[in-house]
């Protein structure tokens, strides 16, 4: 519905749409000598109170111009409203959508638009430490619900005028802000036209989160392992858009999007790049033993026990007969017990309070085990390896990632209790077959561990190890081959 000249006609409709909406104010009056009336509408307590009143209404109220009312909204526009972005709008929907944005919108009689003030306000908490990717060195700062500040705390970091930003609206009700980050010269003009492509086509009626969007974007929407990243942390935002890739900030949500990827990114962690690389290196190596160890460790010691114990040493094979001979349950069942019950003490810890989630873990890990133990149902060797697989998958500084191998530890165990160490390898093949199937925007998800030579095979230099800063001279291959040197490197 276009906006009409007649003031009353507008007010009929913006009243009618916001019937019932206690927090959308609404007021009526006159300006110069009574003549020209004007309607002001916005959102209450997500907008800025103060611009309202200063840069509005005194403005509005005591420097008019004498001019005919055709041309007196021009007027406010130009000289008149004191407010850096004030836009002209034509369509009475486009005027709905404004206001619960948290701009302010003006009509008047005998103008057939209104104009759009942006006085936007909204409650937020302030910049807070990362939760979730927690490190010793480097910035500690996090993204946080509002989507402004989070562009804030990127462009901060690149100050680079080819750092560019489009924006989306997502979701036929919530209408969520998206704003779709990139370098300009980095990043694959195929990847920026299929994700753009793919936002404007998204079919919700509602966007609350950033895992919404990953869900949606995702291609393989069945597998258990990540297709896209996300992360809470500016800095590995700002290195990912040096890195060729498209970040989208998400409103109403602290974390932000990062794609393509593969299953590199994973394991790196942003301290990687603010320590000496012979520790990080080592430290990162670590993790994909981890990563092997959180899958298999359960399903090998159930195909080793049940199907295979002359591979175990003798003197060990004897102590863990002995410690399971009062043990009601199969080596199987014992796993599985184990194994479900540091799960739930692992969703315990993360739904409760932080100063009680701590103690909660453990209590649970310590005391349950313990008396476990003491009562015949689980022998303590299944105790060490579901603790030493727990802790395996912290290890990995991805929490998505870990529930995609969360889930494939399953089925190493499933198949192993079948079939033993020939059950055992074939799961192992199976999820490897699985992640060599995937893709992101076409770069190989098991990149750089196959197909490394389309670029040179510089991308080991950041993988397993991490070579110094000073080797490493290429950008990966989610940057446009036309732009892999990194300027500045000696």
Known sequence: ?????????????????????????????????????????????IVDSHTIHDFIMTNLMSRYKECNESGLLDAFMDDIIAVGEVGKINEIQQALDAVLLGDTVLFMDGNAF???????????????????EVVVLGPKDAFLEVMATNIVLIRRRIRDNRLKLKRKKIGTRSKTDVAMMYMEDLVRPKTLE???KQLDTMNLDAILDSGYV???????????????????????AASALLEGRVVLVIDNTPVVVMLPVTLNVFFQ??????????????????????????????????????????LIPTALAIKIAATRQNIPFSVVGEVIIMELAFELLREAGIRLPSPVSSTIGIVGGIIIGSAAVE???????????????????????????????????????????????????????????????????????????????????????????????????????FTRPSARGRKGRS
């Open 269 to 310: 962690a942003a301290e990687d790049y603010y320590d000496r690389w012979q520790i990080m290196s080592f430290i990162r190596a670590i993790r994909y033993v981890a990563a092997v160890v959180a899958i298999s460790l359960p399903g090998l010691y159930i195909a080793l026990s049940v199907y295979h114990p002359e």
């Open 375 to 477: 009562a015949g149902i689980v022998s303590p060797t299944v105790v060490i390896i579901s603790a030493l697989t727990g802790i395996c998958s912290f290890v990995i500084p991805n929490i998505a990632l870990v529930s995609g191998l969360r889930l494939s530890k399953y089925v190493t165990i499933f198949l192993s209790a079948i079939f033993g160490l020939f059950g055992l390898w074939i799961a192992l093949l199976l999820i490897l077959a699985h992640l060599c199937s995937l893709s992101s925007y076409g770069i190989p998800f098991m990149y750089p561990f196959c197909s490394a030579s389309v670029n040179d095979d510089i991308d080991w230099e950041d993988t397993i190890l991490r070579l110094p800063l000073q080797k490493m001279k290429r950008r990966p291959i």
């Open 194 to 196: 299929i994700v753009e």
């Open 214 to 236: 990953v869900q949606l974007l995702e291609k393989r929407w069945a597998s258990p392992f990540p297709q896209l990243q996300m992360t809470e942390r500016p800095d590995k």
């Open 114 to 132: 209104a104009l759009q003030v942006s006085t936007k306000g909204f409650p937020s908490r302030g910049v807070n430490q990362a939760q979730t």
């Open 1 to 45: 519905m276009q906006i009409s000249k007649n003031l009353s006609e507008n007010m009929i409709a913006i009243k009618e749409a916001f019937r019932d909406c206690g927090d959308v104010v609404m007021r009526e009056f006159v300006v110069g000598s009574g003549k020209s009336r004007i309607f002001m509408i916005y959102t209450d307590n």
